[in-house]
């Protein structure tokens, strides 16, 4: 028999439990977990579905990619780790699992003939799989098939009831706004596809970049976009890590000015708008990698002296990209050690 945590409106047990079969007849409030898998693939967002088991209720329906019970006595992410690997074969770490948010469902229905009312306490996490991964072992009782699906149709779909499915689009939608933080997705990217960039999608980045806080507003820097291939090369040459740049359509050289107000807080300013920089060339689909130059004297002379950039300013890094032509999964660096709460 499969029995649960009664939890209170905080989704907290309360120290009671409860049988499956007594929560759903009687409305008992108790917990699910459900869990999203993701993936990029070529510049696009993917999610996969899992197609319900005949034997269940919503036969054949797509829904979530696994959900299931909270067992008495388990926790949120424990138990979506363990439903992963039981309904679909995939092996996680509970830090591998992204928060998206809490829902609360209340479903009153029948079913097989008696009363069901549904009282269930749900979080919802997703989680990035690695652009290839396509090997789930299926649980028969459970899924009889998984599907990958462009998140963008998978919504509209959803909308539109244009496939057979048992998907919250409130559920779904929470999923994308974690999902299009690409904080948690962004990779160095240092192999580009012989293609040019766009003049409005270099604009973006620089914009992105420029919106950057800095100490007392200073705004210290300045860009140089490289296109020249004679450039390039030699940037690609200013420091053993750099050689990349010169198979890149294009690099931006970002520069501060040394009589800012508080020159001493320049580098950092210059950090932050390279972090913005960064996102926002993931965010147009492209891919790039920080090149160190700053504060390494010899590199940032070397720079200077291949862009003739005047006195007044310092070369502070190189930044090569274009349209990705390598695809990488981005570690989970979360590390719970690093943490100390003073309460
Ligand atoms: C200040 C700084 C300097 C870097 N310098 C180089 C470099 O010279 N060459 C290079 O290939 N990558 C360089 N990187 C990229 C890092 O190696 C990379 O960010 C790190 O390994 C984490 O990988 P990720 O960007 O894919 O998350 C630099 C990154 C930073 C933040």
Redesign the pocket.
């Given at each position: 028999m499969e029995i649960f945590d009664v939890v209170n409106e905080y989704g907290e047990p309360t120290g009671n439990t409860v049988d499956r079969e007594t929560a759903h007849l009687e409305g008992v409030r108790h917990r699910t977990s459900h869990l999203w898998l993701l993936r990029k693939k070529a510049g696009n967002t993917e999610i996969l579905l899992q197609k319900r088991a005949l034997t269940k209720s919503f036969p054949g329906c797509y829904d979530i990619s696994s959900a299931g019970h909270i067992p008495a006595g388990d926790d949120f992410r424990e138990s979506a780790i363990r439903e992963l690997s039981e309904e679909l074969g995939i092996m996680a770490e509970e830090s591998d699992l992204i928060y998206c948010g809490d829902k609360y469902i209340v479903w009153d229905d029948e079913f097989f003939g008696k009363p069901y009312h549904d009282r269930q306490y749900t979080r919802v996490f997703m989680m990035w799989l690695d652009p290839d991964e396509n090997e789930f072992t299926l649980q028969e009782e459970e899924v009889v098939d998984v599907l990958w699906l462009d998140l963008e149709k998978c919504i509209e779909g959803v909308k539109d009831n244009s496939f057979e499915n048992c998907i919250d689009i409130d559920e779904l939608r929470m999923v994308r706004r974690t999902a299009m933080n690409n904080i948690y997705t962004?990779?160095?990217i240092?192999k580009y596809q012989d293609k040019p960039v766009e003049k409005e999608k270099t604009e973006a980045i620089l914009r992105a970049a420029m919106q950057a806080p800095s100490a007392a507003n200073q705004q210290p820097w300045e860009f140089y976009i490289v296109t020249d291939k004679e450039k390039l090369e030699a940037l690609s040459k200013v420091?053993p890590?750099?050689g990349?740049t010169k198979n890149a359509p294009v690099a931006i050289v970002s520069v501060y000015r040394k009589d800012c107000s508080l020159p001493a807080y320049a580098n950092i300013d210059m950090?932050i708008a390279?972090e913005n920089l960064w996102l926002e060339t993931d965010a147009q689909g492209l891919g790039g990698?920080?090149?160190?130059i700053a504060p390494l004297e010899d590199r940032m002379k070397a720079v200077e002296g291949i862009l003739d950039i005047p006195d007044n300013l310092r070369a502070f890094?190189i930044f090569p990209y274009g349209y990705p032509a390598e695809e990488?999964k981005?570690?989970n660096r979360f590390d719970e050690s690093r943490i100390h709460y003073v309460e």
């Amino acid at each position: 028999m499969e029995i649960f945590d009664v939890v209170n409106e905080y989704g907290e047990p309360t120290g009671n439990t409860v049988d499956r079969e007594t929560a759903h007849l009687e409305g008992v409030r108790h917990r699910t977990s459900h869990l999203w898998l993701l993936r990029k693939k070529a510049g696009n967002t993917e999610i996969l579905l899992q197609k319900r088991a005949l034997t269940k209720s919503f036969p054949g329906c797509y829904d979530i990619s696994s959900a299931g019970h909270i067992p008495a006595g388990d926790d949120f992410r424990e138990s979506a780790i363990r439903e992963l690997s039981e309904e679909l074969g995939i092996m996680a770490e509970e830090s591998d699992l992204i928060y998206c948010g809490d829902k609360y469902i209340v479903w009153d229905d029948e079913f097989f003939g008696k009363p069901y009312h549904d009282r269930q306490y749900t979080r919802v996490f997703m989680m990035w799989l690695d652009p290839d991964e396509n090997e789930f072992t299926l649980q028969e009782e459970e899924v009889v098939d998984v599907l990958w699906l462009d998140l963008e149709k998978c919504i509209e779909g959803v909308k539109d009831n244009s496939f057979e499915n048992c998907i919250d689009i409130d559920e779904l939608r929470m999923v994308r706004r974690t999902a299009m933080n690409n904080i948690y997705t962004r990779v160095s990217i240092r192999k580009y596809q012989d293609k040019p960039v766009e003049k409005e999608k270099t604009e973006a980045i620089l914009r992105a970049a420029m919106q950057a806080p800095s100490a007392a507003n200073q705004q210290p820097w300045e860009f140089y976009i490289v296109t020249d291939k004679e450039k390039l090369e030699a940037l690609s040459k200013v420091s053993p890590y750099a050689g990349m740049t010169k198979n890149a359509p294009v690099a931006i050289v970002s520069v501060y000015r040394k009589d800012c107000s508080l020159p001493a807080y320049a580098n950092i300013d210059m950090s932050i708008a390279m972090e913005n920089l960064w996102l926002e060339t993931d965010a147009q689909g492209l891919g790039g990698v920080w090149l160190g130059i700053a504060p390494l004297e010899d590199r940032m002379k070397a720079v200077e002296g291949i862009l003739d950039i005047p006195d007044n300013l310092r070369a502070f890094a190189i930044f090569p990209y274009g349209y990705p032509a390598e695809e990488k999964k981005q570690q989970n660096r979360f590390d719970e050690s690093r943490i100390h709460y003073v309460e």
